[in-house]
T-cell receptor
Framework: GDSVTQMEGPVTLSEEACLTINCTYTATGYPSLFWYVQYPGEGLQLLLKATKADDKGSNKGFEATYRKETTSFHLEKGSVQVSDSAVYFCALSDPGGAQKLVFGQGTRLTINP | GAVVSQHPSRVICKSGTSVKIECRSLDFQATTMFWYRQFPKQSLMLMATSNEGSKATYEQGVEKDKFLINHASLTLSTLTVTSAHPEDSSFYIC???????????FGPGTRLTVT
């Protein structure tokens, strides 16, 4: 079945450092890809998405590009802030009617001032 | 907008009892709601999909008689864990989606501990 594999955490960085969280997927067909973020005490929020190959999703300084040839959707940010500390989930959505989400295991990111 | 709440946020119950968890969409009508389970340091696992007014569709391996899901209105879905056992202890998360839209809006989760 479909699956998502994320870089294991936790990840700890200093403020203004560069961030990459790796995500690869296995899917039949052509899924949509997502990054969700979960801040402490809150529900998951959609951070960005890409629906087809070579699409780049971006939001709040984060970017991820849908790479079909490497089945990857790595999350990047050039300069992280303390407020970016959260758990990040990579996910895919099957192209069928149910559009169910399949999640990676999540990566906890901590940014130190 | 697009806020989903869950109640309770934490619950402790004794083995053999039943627990009900509510999921509400506060400012929109959710035609579809999803229930997930999350174990420590693991990803969210979809348990079931519920559409308003119809029976829930359970994922393979999820016991429908143990995890009762009711989606009686466009703003409320409930998950009842019946005859709970310690292995049911987990973090339960719901999400809601508007008909025709792809984005799911997530609740903050409910921590269930069965003693």
């Amino acid at each position: 079945g479909d699956s998502v594999t994320q870089m294991e955490g936790p990840v700890t960085l200093s403020e203004e450092a560069c961030l990459t969280i790796n995500c690869t997927y296995t899917a039949t067909g052509y899924p949509s890809l997502f990054w969700y973020v979960q801040y402490p005490g809150e529900g998951l929020q959609l951070l960005l998405k890409a629906t087809k190959a070579d699409d780049k999703g971006s939001n709040k300084g984060f970017e991820a590009t849908y790479r079909k040839e490497t089945t990857s959707f790595h999350l990047e940010k050039g300069s992280v802030q303390v407020s970016d500390s959260a758990v990040y989930f990579c996910a895919l959505s099957d192209p069928g009617g149910a559009q169910k989400l399949v999640f990676g295991q999540g990566t906890r990111l901590t940014i130190n001032p | 907008g697009a806020v989903v709440s869950q109640h309770p946020s934490r619950v402790i119950c004794k083995s053999g009892t039943s627990v009900k968890i509510e999921c509400r969409s506060l400012d929109f009508q959710a035609t579809t709601m999803f229930w997930y389970r999350q174990f420590p340091k693991q990803s969210l696992m979809l348990m079931a999909t519920s559409n308003e007014g119809s029976k829930a569709t359970y994922e393979q391996g999820v016991e429908k008689d143990k995890f009762l899901i009711n989606h009686a209105s466009l703003t409320l879905s409930t998950l009842t864990v019946t005859s709970a056992h310690p292995e049911d202890s987990s973090f339960y998360i719901c999400s809601a989606r508007v008909q025709g839209a792809y984005e799911q809006y997530f609740g903050p989760g409910t921590r269930l501990t069965v003693t």
